[in-house]
């Protein structure tokens, strides 16, 4: 039983929302994982959110939501082009907003950050362009935070954690069990706090899913 459940936890971190609620048979999901999965695991995109130069605030990963309301797993993640344009709308980047606990944050307006549309234009008021003034622990508003895409080669030009190679779809930035607390209080590169701490691929992936 427990296997069961194993079995198809490790099926859908790994095909993701790529094909739909159409479960492949057992051979085409062999062939799934020989031809996607090393592709997968070469060209990774890692994540983050952050200030330029500075440490990763936020490391984006499968549940985290874009402004566009989908998730970072219902965006194509998995090319070298670093295209993250959302399967479900006509949004053309991924781009992660942060939240006021439970809450959608606030822009300058006062309207949530939701009220504003994909091109940050408010439904509520005049207001064209979206900031969100929320101050972020590194010490700096939000809005002076991006989304930044980046490949294995360059974090590791970085010095920042690029953890285990994973099969899993959209792992976006998290590497270790550590990557799900905020950046000013994680002790990997990516953060504040100094020393690496990498995890096994299954922890990983773990991780993942309890995070938003
Ligand atoms: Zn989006
Ligand atoms: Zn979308
Ligand atoms: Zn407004
Ligand atoms: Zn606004
Ligand atoms: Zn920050």
Known sequence: MANDIDAYWEYHKIVGDEVG????????????KKKVVPERMKNRLYVSWRVEGGI???????????HCQHRYRQHHTDNPQRNTKCK???CKKY?????????PARCKCK???????????????????????????????????Y?????KEERLAAGKPVGQDVPYAAMGGLTGFSSLAP????????GARGDSVDLQPDTVARSSHQRY
Do not use: W
């Open 147 to 151: 989304t930044c895409l980046e490949t």
């Open 111 to 145: 309207h949530y950050s939701t009220d504003h549309d994909l091109k940050k234009e408010c439904n509520k008021c005049t207001c064209t362009s979206m900031r969100i003034t929320l101050s972020c622990p590194c010490g700096s508003p939000a809005y002076l935070h």
């Open 21 to 32: 609620d159409t479960l492949l048979t057992p051979q085409q999901f062999e062939e799934y």
């Open 56 to 66: 990763d605030c936020e490391l984006v990963g499968p549940e985290s939501m874009c």
């Open 88 to 90: 479900n709308c006509r």
């Open 95 to 103: 781009e992660f907003v942060p939240r006021m606990g439970s809450q």
């Open 183 to 190: 950046g000013y209080m994680r002790f990997d590169p990516s």
